[in-house]
C-alpha cells in the first residue's frame, strides 16, 4: 500500500553571474557615474554568487533530510502493514525519529525563506540599477566613449535581473514544493501514531485523498451496491462489546468515498437505545456519545479535516451504535 508523497525534486539551477568588462576612464561627469555603476554592479553579482552558493547548499540539505525522512517512514510503513503489537516502543521510537526528522526539512524551509528575502532585496537593487544606468544617458556632457560603456553596462545589468527574477522563482517553487510536502506528511505521521497505537497500517493520510483533486472520478453514489446511498450508513459500528476493532473498516470506507468525491462530508451519529428504562436509556446516551467522540478522534487522526464531519445524537430500539452516513 502506497504511503505519503515522495520528496518533491527540487530545482537544479546553478546561477552563475558574468562579471561586467572593465572600461577606460574618460574623466567625464558621465564617465565618473558609469565607474560608479559598474562597482555597484560587481558588488550586486558579489551578493548573488553568494546567495547562489546558500541556495544550493541548502537544496542539498534539504534534499538529504528529506530523503532520509522519507527513507523511516517507509520502514515504519512496512513494518505496520506486516502487523506489530499495538503500541509497540520501538515503533514509537522511530516515529518520534520521523517527527525529529520531518523537523529538519522544516528548518531548511525556515532557510530558504531568509534566503529569499535576500534575493528579493537584491532584485530591488538590480531594478534601480538599470534605471540609473538608463537615467545617464540622459546626463550633459558625456563622449561617445560614455554611451559605448553604458550600452555595455546597460546590457550586463539587465543580464543580471534577469538572472535574479528566476533564482527568484526557482527558490520560491522550491519552498512551495516543500512546504507542501511537510504539511502532507504531518497529516502522514499522525495517521502512523494512529496505526502504532492499534499495531496495524491503515494506508496513508485520508487528507491526501481529500485534497488530491487533481484525478477526481465521477461520482457514483446511487448505486445499492456502493452502501454510499444518502440515508443509508457508510458504516455502523456496534460497541456491543469492549475495545471493538473498528478502525480499519473505518478508514476502508471513508478513503473509498473520497477517492469518488474529495469534497465529501460526513454525519457521524450516536445512536443509543431507549430499552432498559429511562435511566438505563440516558447511560446509553451518554456512553454512545463517547463512543462517538472517539470515533471522530479515530477519523481527524487518520487525516480526515474535523470540518468534514458533524456530530450528533439520536435514539432507537436497536443496541448502541455508531453510524456514519455521507453527507
Known amino acids: ?58 537544496r542539498s540539505k ?20 506486516l502487523g506489530t503489537t499495538p503500541g509497540n516502543p520501538m515503533m514509537v521510537e522511530a516515529w518520534n525519529a520521523a517527527q525529529e526528522q520531518l523537523e529538519k526539512v522544516n528548518d531548511d524551509i525556515g532557510e530558504m525563506n531568509s534566503l529569499s528575502s535576500r534575493v528579493a532585496a537584491d532584485a530591488s537593487m538590480s531594478a534601480y540599477l538599470l534605471d540609473a544606468t538608463r537615467a545617464s544617458f540622459g546626463i550633459s556632457g558625456a563622449v561617445d566613449e560614455d554611451h559605448q560603456q553604458l550600452e555595455v553596462l546597460e546590457d550586463e545589468v539587465s ?15 522550491d519552498i512551495r514544493r516543500q512546504s507542501n510536502y511537510v504539511a502532507n506528511e504531518r497529516n502522514q505521521l499522525n495517521t502512523l501514531a494512529l496505526a502504532i497505537k492499534n499495531g496495524e497500517f491503515f494506508g496513508p493520510s485520508l487528507a491526501s485523498t481529500a485534497y488530491n483533486v487533481s ?95 458533524s456530530l450528533s445524537a439520536t435514539s432507537s430500539s436497536s443496541g448502541n451504535e455508531v453510524r456514519l452516513y455521507l453527507r
Open 1 to 58: 500500500m502506497s504511503g505519503g508523497l515522495k520528496p518533491p525534486k527540487l530545482g537544479a539551477t546553478n546561477f552563475k553571474v558574468k562579471a561586467p568588462k572593465g572600461g577606460k576612464p574618460t574623466g567625464t561627469l558621465v564617465g565618473n557615474k558609469i565607474s560608479t555603476l559598474r562597482d555597484d554592479l560587481k558588488r550586486l553579482q558579489s551578493s548573488i554568487e553568494i546567495e547562489n552558493n546558500d541556495l544550493q547548499a541548502v
Open 62 to 81: 534539504s534534499n538529504s533530510n528529506s530523503k532520509t525522512y522519507h527513507d523511516r517512514v517507509a520502514v515504519m510503513r512496512s513494518k505496520l502493514q
Open 159 to 173: 543580464q543580471t535581473v534577469v538572472l535574479i527574477e528566476r533564482l527568484l522563482t526557482e527558490l520560491s517553487d
Open 215 to 309: 484525478s477526481v472520478k465521477p461520482p457514483n453514489v446511487t448505486s445499492s451496491k456502493t452502501g454510499l446511498n444518502r440515508g443509508r450508513p457508510l458504516v455502523i459500528i456496534r460497541f456491543n462489546q469492549p475495545n471493538v476493532n473498528y478502525e480499519q473498516a473505518l478508514y476502508t470506507a471513508v478513503n473509498k468515498v473520497l477517492q469518488n468525491q474529495p469534497n465529501a462530508t460526513f454525519d457521524l451519529v450516536a445512536v443509543s437505545s431507549v430499552n432498559g428504562g429511562t435511566a438505563k436509556a440516558a447511560l446509553n446516551a451518554n456512553e454512545t456519545r463517547r463512543n462517538a467522540q472517539n470515533v471522530l478522534r479515530s477519523l481527524v487522526d487518520m487525516g480526515l479535516p474535523p470540518g468534514r464531519v
